[in-house]
């Protein structure tokens, strides 16, 4: 367990950040489940995804490439937390997407946008298979992870469903002031630096902090967009 590299501790130090970072917002914004709604309740569970992802993947940092009894074990329950959380917060960020932006009133809506997540559905099915598959990752016998062949795919997949919330977003933004409004590259951003970087990189995992900076920013900001659009169309009356 000795022996960490610079990336390790950096990674570790990231995700421990960002577990105090998200229990902060998620305490301090507490007030909002008292609205009972369906956007926020999705808003707390993007949250709690996200510190599940930042938990499991502190361990498996600790012990990758580490021999030891168990940890081989370890290794591989760590990392499909992971992406069954990160499988689960992609297909949430879209739902809270269309709950936030457009709107799911009546069940007929709910039914209209369900086979979007069928493939995420499945996903998370095959990544419980792949623990004895090892087509999204598998870790050898020396305790190293390695990517398996349908992990491109899986993360294609991933970033379809946030692209997908991110163009219903800019969508919802077409008819506001422009002078109001958030660039929405500010919302992208770190998510998406923090799924390539890792990716093309390797080393530090930057995931779980760039999913809870976008989450955060994209409730709270249209929050505030929402509220300044108020207060300019009142002064314009």
């Not at 709604?37 to 600790?62: G, Q, S, T, V």
């Not at 499909?80 to 069940?107: K, N």
């Not at 998406?192 to 920013?217: A, K, N, R, Y």
């Amino acid at each position: 367990m000795y022996g960490l590299s610079v990336e390790n501790w950096a990674t570790i130090l990231i995700d421990g950040s960002t577990v105090f970072l998200l229990l902060g917002v998620f305490l301090e914004t507490s007030i909002m489940r008292k609205r009972n709604r369906e956007d926020d309740k999705l808003f707390f569970i993007l949250l709690f995804l996200d510190i599940i992802m930042a938990l499991a993947d502190i361990p498996a940092y600790l012990i990758d490439k580490r021999e030891f009894p168990g940890g081989r074990i370890i290794n591989i329950a760590s990392m499909t937390v992971f992406y069954v959380a990160m499988a689960f917060l992609c297909m949430a960020f879209l739902h809270y997407c269309i709950v936030r932006f457009v709107g799911m009133d009546s069940s007929v809506s709910k039914k209209k946008h369900t086979p979007f997540f069928v493939p995420g559905l499945l996903v998370e099915v095959l990544l419980i298979v792949n623990i004895f598959a090892g087509f999204f990752f598998n870790v050898d016998e020396n305790n190293y992870y390695h990517h398996g062949i349908l992990y491109i795919p899986f993360m294609v997949m991933m970033f379809a469903y946030l692209i997908a919330g991110f163009i219903i977003i800019a969508r919802y933004r077409t008819g506001m002031d422009k002078k109001t409004l958030i660039p929405v590259w500010i919302y992208v951003l770190p998510v998406v630096v923090g799924l390539v970087v890792p990716f093309v990189f390797g080393g530090i995992s930057l995931t779980s902090i760039g999913c809870g900076m976008s989450i955060v920013f994209t409730h709270l900001g249209s929050a505030s967009e929402l509220v300044q659009s108020d207060v300019k169309g009142g002064e314009a009356a």
